[in-house]
């Protein structure tokens, strides 16, 4: 069964350095998201992604981040300036259309030093 | 902003007995969805409902959703060991995102 892949499975970076984190959806999934989940809390939307655009964000996407479908494959997050607080696992998902379920890939623990 | 609460937070019970989660909110949903996730994996998709009262069952798991479409609850009978794990209700309201409860860790005592 396709699965929705994620690289690095962990990142350790240092404050203020930027990331990216790389995901690639199932081919043929039109919607893309991202998740985080903060140790302990529970899963938070970040925002969502059709059409080569950004369709919907929360409050915690910040200008820091932002999202990029650079080819036919992958979708990636960079992070541009990271703050202790952005240590999180942070979780892809994508669906076909928007009656289908969402599959989530296994995320990246982000870790802010 | 949506919220949805779950309770217990955390359940501890033996194999073989019956138990409930339940999944609550003030809003109003236009699915809600329950997932099962695994230490170091991403949320699984068990079911969607989608029609307030609706009843969905796989296998051992009976999933309600409320006839006002604002809460939700999951059934367990008979508890395995491989129940084990951590529970999450999400609502979706119309727009892309989901709204992901607090969890319920279940675990499941042979």
């Known amino acids: 069964e396709p699965e929705v892949t994620q690289t690095p499975s962990h990142q350790v970076t240092q404050m203020g350095q930027e990331v990216i984190l790389r995901c690639v959806p199932i081919?043929?999934?039109?919607?893309f998201y991202w998740y985080r989940q903060i140790l302990g809390q529970k899963v938070e939307f970040l925002v969502s992604?059709?059409?080569?655009?950004?369709?919907?964000k929360s409050e915690i996407f910040d200008d820091q981040f932002s999202v990029e479908r650079p080819d036919g494959s992958n979708f990636t997050l960079k992070i541009r300036s990271t703050k202790l607080e952005d240590s999180a696992m942070y979780f892809c998902?994508?669906?076909?259309?928007?009656?289908?379920?969402?599959?989530f890939g296994n995320g990246t623990r982000l870790t802010v030093t | 902003t949506q919220l949805l609460e779950q309770s217990p937070q955390f359940l501890s019970i033996q194999e073989g007995e019956n138990l409930t989660v339940y999944c609550n909110s003030s809003?109003?949903?236009?699915?809600l969805q329950w997932y099962r996730q695994e230490p170091g994996e991403g949320p699984v998709l068990l079911v969607t409902?989608?029609?307030?009262?609706e009843v969905k069952k796989l296998k051992r798991l009976t999933f309600q959703f409320g006839d006002a479409r604002k809460d939700s609850s999951l059934h367990i009978t008979a508890a395995q060991p491989g129940d084990t794990g951590l529970y999450l209700c999400?609502?979706?309201?119309?727009?892309?995102?989901?709204?992901f409860g607090t969890g319920t860790r279940l675990t499941i005592i042979p």
């Open positions: 409902v989608v029609t307030g009262g």
């Open positions: 809003s109003v949903f236009s699915s």
């Open positions: 998902a994508s669906r076909r259309d928007n009656y289908s379920p969402l599959h």
């Open positions: 081919s043929n999934h039109l919607y």
């Open positions: 999400a609502g979706a309201g119309g727009n892309e995102k989901l709204t």
């Open positions: 992604f059709y059409n080569n655009e950004i369709s919907e």
